[in-house]
């Protein structure tokens, strides 16, 4: 069936170090969302990517999404130990009138001090 | 303005048994949508509300239903508890109900369930 997939599933990085998931759809997406959820916490909200070939920034982190709207990346330049987490991709997919938001399996990110 | 809440943080059920978990969305919102977060399965979207309505619904068995009340809050209801079952289950809150999936979702803390 219909899929996001994400990888890698687990990333450890030294702090100051860049860190990148990747997200990649079996469908063409009308959007593409990220979330980042801390241990122990909840999905928080990060960007929402809607235009092909679209690329946001936030401070250090990198959002782009792919000129064909079945992949997406985010970037981390020089993680911090706030960076820790669980980074999620999630993309709408419709069925008939159905519609259900996909979400990628995560990665999760360690920063080393 | 206060956050998504959820009740009860933690449950522990036997097989075979019901449960009822509750969301009270963000004051204003009136799109509830249910997921359920397990390590080997990851979110997986269980159905949205929205004016009282299911307009959305993943593939979850029957024995999982929800409903919306006139104030937004929302239930979900799982009968017959299963082993497999047990999971974080979570409430996400939206302003509005868009047809594209690209509202921005506000989720609450979780309800554990633990299904002995």
């Known amino acids: 069936g219909q899929q996001v997939m994400q990888i890698p599933q687990y990333q450890h990085v030294q702090e100051g170090e860049d860190f990148t998931t990747y997200c990649n759809s079996s469908?063409?997406?009308?959007?593409i969302q990220w979330y980042k959820q801390r241990p122990g916490g909840h999905p928080v909200f990060l960007i929402q990517l809607v235009k092909s070939g679209e690329v946001k920034k936030q401070k250090r982190l990198t959002f782009q999404f792919g000129e064909a709207k079945k992949n997406s990346s985010l970037h981390i330049t020089a993680t911090q130990t706030t960076d820790v987490g669980t980074y999620f991709c999630?993309?709408?997919?419709?069925?008939?009138?159905?519609?259900?938001?996909?979400w990628g399996l995560g990665t999760s990110l360690a920063v080393n001090p | 303005k206060a956050g998504v809440t959820q009740t009860p943080r933690y449950l522990i059920k036997t097989r075979g048994q019901q449960v009822t978990l509750s969301c009270s969305p963000i004051s204003g919102h009136r799109s509830v949508s249910w997921y359920q977060q397990t390590p080997g399965q990851g979110l997986q979207f269980l159905f949205e509300y929205f004016s009282e309505t299911q307009r959305n619904k993943g593939n979850f068995p029957g024995r999982f239903s929800g409903r919306q009340f006139s104030n937004s809050r929302s239930e979900m209801n799982v009968s017959t508890l299963e082993l497999g079952d047990s999971a974080l289950y979570l409430c996400?809150?939206?302003?509005?109900?868009?047809?594209?999936?690209?509202?921005?979702?506000?989720f609450g803390p979780g309800t554990r369930l633990t299904v002995l």
């Open positions: 469908t063409t997406l009308s959007n």
């Open positions: 999630a993309g709408p997919i419709r069925a008939g009138n159905n519609r259900k938001l996909i």
């Open positions: 996400a809150s939206s302003l509005e109900y868009s047809r594209l999936g690209d509202n921005e979702q506000f």
